[in-house]
């Protein structure tokens, strides 16, 4: 029998119970719940899709047209991380006994980011967000700017600074910073696949208006191409960012496109070939001198993998000798996205405010809660079937071929070979032995507090 975290009956009532918070309660219990029922969706969602079984979550959420508050929760919680826990981290007499739910609210985005990437693979899906979609073409262009930005000008982004779980000289406040910023890569890499589907499946003259003329989208994705967030070079081995970890790329396969490559030349081929989009974007010069840097990038080796780049190219070709006319300017009656706009206006000048109310009231709760706050998540994540959404077999830490054996004190690392292992302890020892201590630690807690 498959795993599955929710039964249809129970994901329906979940899907049901989604409702859109206020920033002040972010963090609170009513907060936490959908918190859990989100994580739990998303589980399930991305184990339906890569089990190509009736993918039901999105069907709830499409029925029920939950898409909306999905995207609004999501907002809602970049606003906090920007607005809110800045102040959180610089409060003197903020001391937790735990950072535990910190993180889970900075993890939160991350869990729904995921589930929208799974969900808006589908046309319904886009349909169904209605005007949020506005909203979400503006959340993933935020999200690529900064990571083009950041690639820009710090290259690609390596391990936490004050190693990979953080050292005894690291205050707490500052490891959940680092991890923060750790999130946000990957958030970035996940709003381009969504700003990919979304390319796919929207048609309305507003959202092609966005991503075109307020965005310049296209010019976007060429700096992403140009700059390769996902792709690194670390003492001599290249390397790129799969799965959730940096891994080694043997020199037979540095010519392979990733799916994250494969991302941006879709979006990008949908945005300059279909006819609507020709039609509102401008091929001014400064656009045209952006797009034609494409052309070196269009290799032979890359348009084997991805044959559909052969019409962007003879496109581009036909651009370097053709001054396209400009868009006909239309009167338009254009929406706007509105969801960030609306929680920044709510809370605007509260900001202090609301993060001594959630610190009070939130964020350092009695030691009982966090047991039982622990022990419901641990449910949650349950080993079998977190394994069960690896989407391939596990890489070796070590050199990245595929592994069967895994590290057995903190069963987080896997490896081809004993000698893989050996070789790698000498990076792995300090996060193995925070992880086993952690995970020994919410053992005794689970058992003292059945």
């Given at each position: 029998?498959?795993?599955?975290?929710?039964?249809?009956?129970?994901?329906?009532?979940?899907?049901?119970?989604?409702?859109?918070f206020s920033l002040k309660e972010?963090?609170?219990?009513?907060w936490f719940r959908q918190h859990e029922h989100l994580e739990k969706l998303n589980m399930q969602a991305i184990l339906n899709a890569s089990s190509a079984h009736d993918e039901f979550i999105k069907e709830f959420l499409v029925s029920h047209g939950k898409i909306p508050t999905v995207v609004h929760e999501m907002i809602l919680v970049?606003?906090?991380?920007?607005?809110?826990?800045?102040?959180?981290?610089?409060?003197?007499?903020?001391?937790?006994?735990?950072?535990?739910?910190?993180?889970?609210?900075?993890?939160?985005?991350?869990?729904?980011?995921?589930?929208?990437?799974?969900?808006?693979?589908?046309?319904?899906?886009?349909?169904?967000?209605?005007?949020?979609?506005?909203?979400?073409?503006?959340?993933?262009?935020?999200?690529?700017?900064?990571?083009a930005g950041r690639t820009?000008?710090?290259?690609?982004?390596?391990?936490?600074?004050?190693?990979?779980a953080g050292n005894a000289q690291v205050?707490?406040?500052?490891?959940?910073?680092?991890?923060?910023?750790?999130?946000?890569?990957?958030?970035?890499?996940?709003?381009?696949s969504v700003l990919r589907y979304i390319t796919d499946h929207a048609d309305t003259i507003s959202v092609i208006n966005r991503m075109l003329c307020t965005h310049n989208t296209p010019c976007l994705l060429v700096q992403l191409i140009d700059c390769c967030p996902w792709s690194r070079v670390t003492a001599g081995e290249v390397e790129r960012y799969m799965n959730g970890s940096w891994q080694t790329v043997p020199p037979e396969d540095r010519l392979k496109m990733t799916k994250l490559d494969g991302q941006v030349w879709i979006a990008l081929h949908n945005l300059l070939l279909k006819e609507d989009c020709q039609r509102k974007y401008d091929f001014n010069s400064f656009n045209k001198g952006q797009l034609l840097k494409l052309r070196g990038f269009l290799t032979e080796v890359l348009m084997d993998q991805l044959p559909n780049l052969v019409a962007l190219q003879r496109f581009l070709a036909h651009l370097t000798i053709t001054d396209l006319a400009p868009p006909k300017k239309e009167l338009v009656l254009e929406q706007i996205p509105e969801m960030w706009s609306n929680i920044v206006r709510e809370s605007s000048g509260k900001w202090k405010a609301i993060a001594k109310y959630q610190v009070k009231e939130t964020f350092d709760p009695p030691e009982a809660d966090l047991r039982r706050q622990a022990q419901r998540l641990a449910q949650t994540y349950s080993l079998d079937t977190m394994e069960s959404l690896i989407p391939e077999k596990p890489k070796c830490g070590s050199c990245?071929?595929?592994?069967?054996?895994?590290?057995?004190?903190?069963?987080?690392?896997?490896?081809?070979?004993?000698?893989?292992?050996?070789?790698?302890?000498?990076?792995?020892?300090?996060?193995?032995?925070?992880?086993?201590?952690?995970?020994e630690?919410?053992?005794?807690?689970?058992s003292s507090n059945p």
């Amino acid at each position: 029998m498959d795993p599955s975290v929710l039964l249809p009956s129970e994901a329906e009532g979940c899907v049901r119970s989604l409702e859109t918070f206020s920033l002040k309660e972010v963090g609170s219990p009513r907060w936490f719940r959908q918190h859990e029922h989100l994580e739990k969706l998303n589980m399930q969602a991305i184990l339906n899709a890569s089990s190509a079984h009736d993918e039901f979550i999105k069907e709830f959420l499409v029925s029920h047209g939950k898409i909306p508050t999905v995207v609004h929760e999501m907002i809602l919680v970049e606003v906090w991380k920007q607005k809110v826990f800045p102040v959180i981290c610089q409060l003197q007499d903020f001391h937790p006994k735990s950072t535990f739910p910190l993180y889970m609210v900075i993890h939160h985005e991350a869990t729904v980011i995921n589930l929208l990437e799974t969900i808006m693979f589908h046309k319904d899906s886009c349909d169904a967000a209605d005007d949020a979609l506005l909203d979400l073409v503006d959340y993933c262009h935020r999200k690529l700017t900064l990571l083009a930005g950041r690639t820009s000008r710090d290259g690609p982004p390596t391990q936490n600074p004050h190693g990979v779980a953080g050292n005894a000289q690291v205050s707490s406040v500052q490891e959940l910073q680092d991890q923060n910023a750790s999130l946000e890569f990957e958030i970035s890499l996940k709003a381009l696949s969504v700003l990919r589907y979304i390319t796919d499946h929207a048609d309305t003259i507003s959202v092609i208006n966005r991503m075109l003329c307020t965005h310049n989208t296209p010019c976007l994705l060429v700096q992403l191409i140009d700059c390769c967030p996902w792709s690194r070079v670390t003492a001599g081995e290249v390397e790129r960012y799969m799965n959730g970890s940096w891994q080694t790329v043997p020199p037979e396969d540095r010519l392979k496109m990733t799916k994250l490559d494969g991302q941006v030349w879709i979006a990008l081929h949908n945005l300059l070939l279909k006819e609507d989009c020709q039609r509102k974007y401008d091929f001014n010069s400064f656009n045209k001198g952006q797009l034609l840097k494409l052309r070196g990038f269009l290799t032979e080796v890359l348009m084997d993998q991805l044959p559909n780049l052969v019409a962007l190219q003879r496109f581009l070709a036909h651009l370097t000798i053709t001054d396209l006319a400009p868009p006909k300017k239309e009167l338009v009656l254009e929406q706007i996205p509105e969801m960030w706009s609306n929680i920044v206006r709510e809370s605007s000048g509260k900001w202090k405010a609301i993060a001594k109310y959630q610190v009070k009231e939130t964020f350092d709760p009695p030691e009982a809660d966090l047991r039982r706050q622990a022990q419901r998540l641990a449910q949650t994540y349950s080993l079998d079937t977190m394994e069960s959404l690896i989407p391939e077999k596990p890489k070796c830490g070590s050199c990245g071929k595929a592994a069967a054996k895994r590290c057995s004190r903190c069963q987080g690392e896997w490896y081809c070979s004993r000698e893989c292992q050996v070789k790698h302890w000498n990076k792995h020892k300090t996060a193995c032995q925070l992880m086993a201590e952690a995970t020994e630690k919410l053992q005794k807690n689970l058992s003292s507090n059945p």
